[in-house]
């Protein structure tokens, strides 16, 4: 069988959908009512949305309640965000968050990030605690 990864990226490529995954990036899980105003949708399609990323497993759901809480559904499709966001920025656009102080200090998915995260990574590495092989940092 060969790969098809057209279905994931027209997924991925909705706008709406787009503005949901990128909300999640943050590592919080939300609710469908959180990420239809992310996406600036009503609930009924956010829900609608949501569920073609489930059954695509780009999003894993979980009840709480009678709250239902959405969240990237592996390491994996948050990377491929990250890639794709990384593809579409531009020297003309600023990255990252506008407010100053999450430019400082943040957590993005599942890693430290902002100056104060890349000041720590920088730190051990330079210390040897950490050895950047330039895919991944290993401990030592």
Known sequence: MEPNFSIIAGLIG????????????????LTTTELALEADITAQTASSHLAKLVDAQL??????????????????????????????VTSTIQTGPVDSKLRHARVCYDHLAG????????????????????????IT
């Open 115 to 138: 100056a104060l995260g890349v000041a720590l990574y920088d730190s051990l590495v330079s210390k040897s605690f950490l050895i950047d092989n330039g895919e991944e940092a290993i």
């Open 59 to 88: 999003l894993a759901v979980r009840k709480q309640g009678r709250h239902r809480y959405f969240q990237l559904h592996r390491p994996d499709v948050a990377e491929l965000i990250e890639k794709l966001l990384n593809v579409t």
């Open 14 to 29: 909705d706008p709406a959908r787009a503005r949901m995954l990128s909300a999640l990036m943050a590592g919080k899980a």
